[in-house]
């Protein structure tokens, strides 16, 4: 099992960036795999992206359009999310997620650790 802690959300003018973060905790913390998703009002849960246990490789979901990048501090087991330019399309919960397997799964289901999420408001 690992706890996941979301901040660094908030609100944001459009055409701001913003950076979250994900704290992982646990023992085995280090050894799996993370994700970003976002959740909007009455929409599904959307996979934003993944990156890799020691944050060498990272695939992104098809909807992102460049404006978004997922990073990893394996000595803090911090996982980060960029987000430029922001737009009010972007306004959603985003949350963290971790699994073993799940390598490159865009489906909610296939993530059996979640974080609380943090909403992101973007006003335009």
């Known amino acids: 099992q690992v706890q996941l802690v979301e901040s660094g959300g908030g609100l944001v003018q459009t055409g701001g960036s913003l950076q979250l973060s994900c704290a992982a905790s646990?023992?085995?913390?280090?050894?799996?795999?993370m994700a970003w998703f976002r959740q909007a009002p009455g929409m599904e849960r959307e996979f934003i992206g993944c990156i890799s246990w020691n944050g060498v490789t990272t695939i992104y979901g098809d909807s992102v359009k460049g404006r978004f990048a997922i990073s990893r501090d394996a000595a803090k087991n911090t996982m980060y999310l960029q987000i430029e330019n922001l737009q009010p399309e972007d306004t959603a919960v985003y949350y963290c997620?971790?699994?073993?397997?799940?390598?490159?799964?865009?489906?909610?289901?296939?993530?059996?650790?979640w974080g609380q999420g943090t909403q992101v408001t973007v006003s335009s």
């Open positions: 997620a971790a699994d073993l397997v799940a390598w490159g799964a865009p489906g909610p289901e296939n993530y059996h650790n």
């Open positions: 646990g023992q085995t913390a280090n050894r799996y795999i």
